[in-house]
């Protein structure tokens, strides 16, 4: 009996590290954690309502995907990524996800679509609530999982790596322009073309899709 209450607290505890590590991975791809800046886990504690503890261990885990670097007694820098990598990484995602998108579209069930208007749903919903961490969130598991149709683990965990070092510092300027919400709605011309079994489409919406975000986040800085 104890020992099982034991377990459950460890899983709950995991639980918690796995909550924070997300919401802090987004704030970090969002811009909401500004790149070059030190933060201490007591702030960012106070900051996700939850105590230093589980935010040290989701930055050490941060650490590791080279998201920010550990600044002994002060906390944790986030890591900069250049114009040039993000470029590159943008690249990277369009020799990826658009074909896979294509090869997916007839293999994901109908039963299946109501589920992922939901997750495309979850972004627009986002975008109205002004929560730029739920938007990278709400993104990154939609996309995901579409891919997953793939049937193929190790492609899905590249995009996934590719999509965790991507910055998005441009989406709060783009979220208060309006821009952003039409980002959002792609998603849902997405689902559209994936319900009528169009798989061409599908390839050269996400295509446009990953360019199109690649643009905005280039031009976001600049209208701060």
Not at 132 to 151: C, E, I, K, P, W
Request: proline letters at 5%; hydrophobic letters at 40%; aromatic letters at 4%.
């Amino acid at each position: 009996m104890h020992s099982t209450s034991h377990v459950q607290s460890l899983g709950q505890r995991e639980t918690l590290r796995e909550r924070v590590r997300d919401a802090l991975r987004a704030a970090v791809i969002s811009g909401e954690l500004e790149p070059g800046m030190v933060y201490s886990a007591p702030t960012l504690g106070a900051r996700f309502g939850v105590s230093p503890t589980p935010v040290r261990e989701a930055m050490l885990d941060l650490a590791k995907e080279g998201l920010v670097v550990a600044q002994p007694n002060k906390g944790f820098r986030i890591t900069e990524v250049s114009e040039q990598d993000l470029d590159n990484l943008a690249a990277v995602r369009l020799l990826i996800e658009p074909p896979t998108v294509r090869a997916c579209v007839p293999v994901i069930p109908e039963e299946d679509f109501p589920t992922l208007r939901e997750l495309a749903q979850a972004i627009v919903d986002a975008v109205e609530r002004g929560d730029l961490v739920g938007y990278v969130r709400a993104d990154h598991v939609f996309h995901l999982a579409l891919l997953g149709y793939s049937g193929n683990r190790q492609l899905v965990d590249v995009v996934s790596d590719l999509r965790t070092q991507t910055r998005l510092l441009g989406l709060a300027p783009l979220l208060h322009s309006g821009r952003l919400g039409h980002s959002a709605v792609e998603h849902h011309e997405l689902m559209d073309l994936i319900e009528r079994r169009d798989a061409q489409a599908a390839e050269e919406l996400m295509r446009r899709h990953i360019g199109h975000v690649r643009g905005l986040w280039a031009s976001g800085p600049g209208e701060s």
